[in-house]
């Protein structure tokens, strides 16, 4: 008994045997997460890349359907005892594109807009002309008129805008540069902060919900990996927005044979209201202000993924990018309302257009104007450096935060009345 009681190790060894496949196992822990995770098969990454060129295509008629609208080139018109709404003359917009140096001649621009039509993103007005042609023809943009049926996939490009837009509004946006190794990468997101923000804002229901809408969103080729080919992952691999959504876009582009998915250009910088031409002297995360340079905060510690995994990317400590200040000296309010002070008060008027105002105000109060869009709405309406901002549309702006005044604005109407206080003369203007 005592011997059969002895051998009882035996079973104890058969239980430690599973510790050697525990052993086996370890080496997993050590395979990076893009060899954990579903990769996109070669028909999902082409179905991706042709649905993104097809979305660059209608997001470029839709910002020449609202430049059109702007243009008063889309109107009601009758022909013998039929009234057309919302429709435009093929001869008309030829002419407007040449005008406007989006075509470089007449064949030019039959080009673009028939790229445009076959794209579905206007018709005939009575689906009679299959091909554009240079006459007086009707046509109608099938926004205007409701007849382009949303898909599943066009569905998801709405949602994905609305979630673009909310995200780049924010001041502490949560797109960032992030480096790995040698590698650096900008205006990206890990694949578990952006469900984290999605549900923060109401955006999905449940983080699965979440996962397929993100899944749906590289299916479409407007998310995808900075690196890798592979499906969306809830855990710190870094995914970017391979469509800026607020990019202004030039006509030509539709006739462009290079995919973005492939290339992967890097995004130009956004702004939501002002600047439409954006030059290098400007900050890459310029917006409508552009506030003065401050100390860079400690970088954010990467998260762990929902998966347990500890991701290797890092985030870079944000430097200081705004421009030098376009003034010589800072100016107070009791300066520029002193009695004789050397400033002459105008009254502009800026009609905003499909890609925004055209200007940057900087400082907090007073702000100024620091930089303008050649060409742009404000440029047209008298808007220049230097000048300081009294007042839009009745609010009192002398004592207001540059993102006060940011929010007034996209809060307000396109069409903006502006008081400036103008220097009389170069004393502002740095040596």
């Known amino acids: 008994m005592m011997l059969n009681q002895g051998e009882t190790p035996e079973p104890a060894k058969t239980d430690e045997t599973p510790e050697p496949a525990k052993t086996d196992e370890t080496p997993a822990d050590d395979v990076g997460e893009e060899d954990r995770v579903e990769l996109l098969s070669s028909s999902l990454q082409e179905s991706a890349e042709d649905f993104q060129r097809l979305t660059e295509i209608r997001l470029t008629g839709e910002q020449l359907r609202l430049r059109l609208h702007n243009s008063k080139l889309i109107r009601d018109r009758c ?9 435009f003359v093929a001869k008309d917009v030829v002419d407007w594109l040449i005008e406007h140096k989006e075509a470089t001649d007449r064949e030019n621009a039959i080009k673009i807009m028939q790229k445009l039509l076959e794209s579905k993103v206007f018709h005939h007005v009575c689906d009679e002309h299959p091909d554009f042609k240079d006459e007086k023809l009707f046509y109608r943009f099938r926004n205007d008129d409701g007849t382009l049926s949303p898909s599943k996939q066009m569905r998801v490009v709405v949602r994905s805008q609305r979630i673009y837009e909310k995200i780049v509004a924010e001041e502490d946006c949560i797109l960032k540069v992030w480096e790995q190794g040698t590698e ?9 902060q952006l469900l984290d923000w999605m549900l923060k804002n109401h955006e999905i229901p449940t983080r699965k919900d979440g996962e397929l809408l993100c899944r749906s969103m590289v299916e479409c080729g407007i998310i995808q990996p900075v690196r890798g080919c592979h499906h969306f992952s809830d855990s710190d691999l870094l995914y970017r927005f391979a469509i800026n959504f607020r990019r202004k876009r030039k006509l030509v582009e539709v006739l462009g044979d290079i ?6 250009q890097q995004d130009s910088p956004d702004s939501p209201f002002c600047l439409r ?11 409508a202000c552009a506030d003065e340079p401050s100390p ?26 705004s421009p030098p200040s376009v003034l010589k000296r800072p100016v107070t309010v009791e300066e520029l309302t002193a009695p004789g002070a050397p400033f002459m008060m105008k009254i502009l008027h800026i009609m905003g257009d499909d890609v925004g105002w055209g200007f940057v105000v900087r400082g907090k109060g007073p702000c100024y104007v620091q930089a303008v869009d050649p060409g742009g709405p404000a440029s047209i309406a008298g808007v220049k450096i230097r000048q300081f901002v009294k007042s839009i549309n009745g609010l009192d702006c002398l004592y207001l935060h540059y993102r006060s005044i940011y929010k ?24």
């Open 79 to 87: 022909q013998q005892t039929l009234t057309y709404p919302n429709c």
């Open 184 to 192: 650096r990468y900008r205006r990206t997101i890990q694949g578990s």
């Open 259 to 264: 995919s973005p998915y492939k290339e992967r």
């Open 277 to 287: 031409k954006l030059s290098a002297e400007l900050p890459n995360n310029s917006f």
């Open 296 to 321: 860079s905060p400690p970088s954010p510690v990467p998260k762990r993924s929902s998966q347990g995994g500890t991701g290797s990317y890092q985030p870079l400590k944000k430097e200081p990018m």
């Open 408 to 431: 007034h604005i996209v809060a307000g109407p396109r069409a903006l009345i502006v008081e400036v206080l103008e220097p009389l003369d170069d004393s502002l203007v740095p040596t």
